[in-house]
């Protein structure tokens, strides 16, 4: 189901990166600058968590920055986090889902949870950050992409909507 949830993650994020590129920057500067924040947010924690998972030192002193990079860079990292944990999963020995890792959260406090609650974390968190930025979207004219699972599965696999299922 991991694999399938991260796939999901990723057809979403590329959803909400193209709305976000179709807002007009010049009516609405605000907006814009209010997703670059958010798509930010969504990396830098996306990175911090990579980091340990991997026993890393942290990347970030924090989740967010006082200067927030340009758009295209932003889709980069984030599509280069897809792809490392959609790798991190395949590689996942069945012994390692539920290995506690202790690591220190950007504010300084201790932490504690197994890889398996980090994933979940991870894809619960993005998709709490795309409903904000959707909320954004709205308000700048742009529809928000539908990102939910139900609407993954049926553009992903159509025979669903004849009542077939994959093998």
Sequence with gaps: MFDEAFA????????????????????????????R?????IAIVEELFRSRLLGEPAPHAATNTAEVPALEELAARLEAS?????????????A?????????????RDGRMTRREILFHVLNHSSYH????????????????????????HETQPGRRDGRLPD
């Design 96 to 108: 390692q889902w539920d290995e506690a890792l202790r690591f220190r959260f950007a504010d300084g």
């Design 37 to 41: 924040q958010q798509l930010n947010h």
């Design 130 to 153: 795309r409903g904000a930025i959707g909320h954004a979207l709205d308000q700048a004219q742009v529809p928000h992409p539908a990102d939910t699972y139900s609407v993954f599965l």
């Design 8 to 35: 999901c993650k990723r057809w979403a994020m590329r959803r909400t990166l193209e709305a976000v590129r179709a807002v007009d920057a010049q009516a609405f500067p605000a907006g814009v600058a209010f997703m």
């Design 82 to 94: 897809d792809r490392w944990y959609a790798g991190h999963l395949a590689g996942l020995a069945p």
